[in-house]
């Protein structure tokens, strides 16, 4: 257990909707970090926040936006899903912006 | 229709055996590198890290060894056991002062008993 908590385990939607994945860090990281794993891209980075600020961006999609909230929790919002956007979403924390990320367990999208 | 996935180098021990697990990293600037085992279902788990001013690191049952002059990057394991059996991922730091971790594309480890 690498103590990053996310939720949903899984969700199941359909094309057009909105969804929201939750993800908590491990205690006294400040640093938030979003991936997604699908089976033809491996894993992917999405965004990263520090401490509330948004740091650094990957490949997220513009239908695609996180935040990180005051109590250090951050959320990744994913809009107008479409088929494609089936895959694992993994938040990792890490103590700071330089040190090891240990991840969470995942959220499995699916898209209908 | 058919689906499209990654093909992963796969690794095939024998149980007891030691294994190595290889990965060619492409930015000769990054600082940072990371080795995580993914087991089915799971998220990445960290394994052990390096960075670029050292060339050897042990853990348990873990070495990594860094090539900088090769971008090379290995992971040993030692007495390889069932429980060992995943992907193994490295990761580099892209992103210079600011992590920002590039994934390879994993290595299948199958560790049969």
């Known amino acids: 257990d690498s103590g990053v908590t996310q939720t949903p385990k899984h969700l199941i939607t359909a094309t057009g909707q909105r969804v929201t994945l939750r993800c908590s860090p491990r205690?006294?990281?400040?640093?938030v970090y979003w991936y997604q794993q699908s089976l033809d891209q491996g894993l992917q980075f999405l965004i990263q926040?520090?401490?509330?600020?948004?740091?650094a961006k990957g490949n997220i999609l513009e239908r695609f936006s996180a935040q990180q909230f005051p109590d250090l929790h951050s959320e990744l919002n994913l809009s107008s899903l479409e088929l494609g956007d089936s895959a694992l979403y993994f938040c990792a924390s890490s103590v700071n912006t330089h040190n090891a990320q240990y991840f969470g367990p995942g959220t499995r999208l699916t898209v209908l | 229709g058919e689906s499209v996935g990654l093909h992963l180098p796969t690794l095939s021990v024998q149980e007891g055996d030691n294994s190595i697990i290889n990965c060619a990293y492409s930015?000769?600037?990054?600082?940072?590198f990371i080795w995580y085992k993914q087991e089915s279902g799971k998220g990445p788990q960290f394994i052990i890290d390096i960075r670029s001013n050292m060339d050897k690191r042990q853990g348990q049952r873990v070495t990594v060894l860094l090539n900088k002059t090769v971008k090379h990057l290995s992971l040993q394991i030692a007495a390889t056991q069932p429980g060992d059996s995943a992907v193994y991922f490295c990761a580099e730091n892209s992103g210079g002062s600011n992590y920002k971790l590039t994934f390879g594309k994993g290595t299948l480890l199958t560790v049969n008993p």
């Open positions: 926040y520090y401490n509330g600020e948004e740091r």
């Open positions: 205690s006294g990281d400040l640093s």
């Open positions: 930015n000769s600037a990054s600082d940072y």
